[in-house]
């Protein structure tokens, strides 16, 4: 069950960063869909493991660990959805190198999981998880400062640091009227 609220939040939240950086239109809807999709390789994980209330052991996360691979191997056969898999296969890297699965560094890590990466830790980090309640927004937005540079892409985190967190915090908490945030197409 808090896979797929955080799934819609990572997407909601994703899309708003690529909003606030000025992607095409056409962008921020693909990184929508990579919020949403981003852990769909956890099916590849095991339930207890999952819903584990303590600390995880170096078996467990290292199967953990393979969720973007597994989520990138599951969508691989949907050409359709092959804009989304940079996404979902990236948004555990980080800029120091010392991310997963592939270790990539710097500009290496591609716009979408960098994005992703910022929009998952936060969310993770504002709601109640099964090891621990949700942290308070002054302790997630210092720790996306502190690990801006490391961890997280500087302007990114910068620019959105600079939104209005609390209201936005707000906004995800409602309930969501639909999975996807696209407008339908207008009749002519």
């Given at each position: 069950?808090?896979?797929?609220?955080?799934?819609?939040?990572?997407?909601?939240?994703?899309?708003?960063?690529?909003?606030?950086?000025?992607?095409?239109?056409?962008?921020?809807?693909?990184?929508?869909?990579?919020?949403?999709?981003?852990?769909?390789?956890?099916?590849?994980?095991?339930?207890?493991?999952?819903?584990?209330?303590g600390r995880l052991t170096d078996e467990e996360f290292t199967d953990i660990k393979r969720h973007p691979d597994c989520g990138a191997r599951i969508l691989g056969g949907i050409r359709q959805l092959d804009p989304v898999i940079v996404g979902i296969l990236t948004h555990h890297e980080r800029l120091d190198?010392?991310?997963?699965?592939?270790?990539?560094?710097?500009?290496?890590?591609?716009?979408?999981g960098r994005i992703i990466g910022i929009a998952d830790t936060f969310d993770?980090?504002?709601?109640?998880?099964?090891?621990?309640?949700?942290?308070?927004?002054?302790?997630?937005?210092?720790?996306?400062?502190?690990?801006?540079?490391?961890?997280?892409?500087?302007?990114?985190?910068?620019?959105?640091?600079?939104?209005d967190l609390a209201a936005f915090l707000e906004e995800l908490r409602s309930p969501a009227q639909t999975v996807f945030a696209v407008q339908p197409p207008q009749e002519r």
């Amino acid at each position: 069950p808090y896979t797929c609220g955080h799934s819609q939040r990572v997407a909601v939240i994703s899309q708003r960063i690529a909003r606030e950086i000025s992607l095409p239109e056409d962008k921020v809807q693909q990184i929508y869909l990579c919020g949403l999709l981003h852990d769909v390789g956890k099916i590849g994980v095991a339930e207890a493991t999952l819903r584990k209330p303590g600390r995880l052991t170096d078996e467990e996360f290292t199967d953990i660990k393979r969720h973007p691979d597994c989520g990138a191997r599951i969508l691989g056969g949907i050409r359709q959805l092959d804009p989304v898999i940079v996404g979902i296969l990236t948004h555990h890297e980080r800029l120091d190198g010392r991310g997963y699965p592939q270790g990539l560094k710097g500009d290496q890590v591609p716009i979408e999981g960098r994005i992703i990466g910022i929009a998952d830790t936060f969310d993770a980090m504002t709601s109640d998880r099964t090891y621990r309640k949700a942290l308070p927004l002054e302790v997630a937005i210092e720790e996306i400062r502190r690990n801006s540079g490391t961890q997280f892409d500087p302007v990114l985190a910068e620019k959105f640091l600079s939104m209005d967190l609390a209201a936005f915090l707000e906004e995800l908490r409602s309930p969501a009227q639909t999975v996807f945030a696209v407008q339908p197409p207008q009749e002519r």
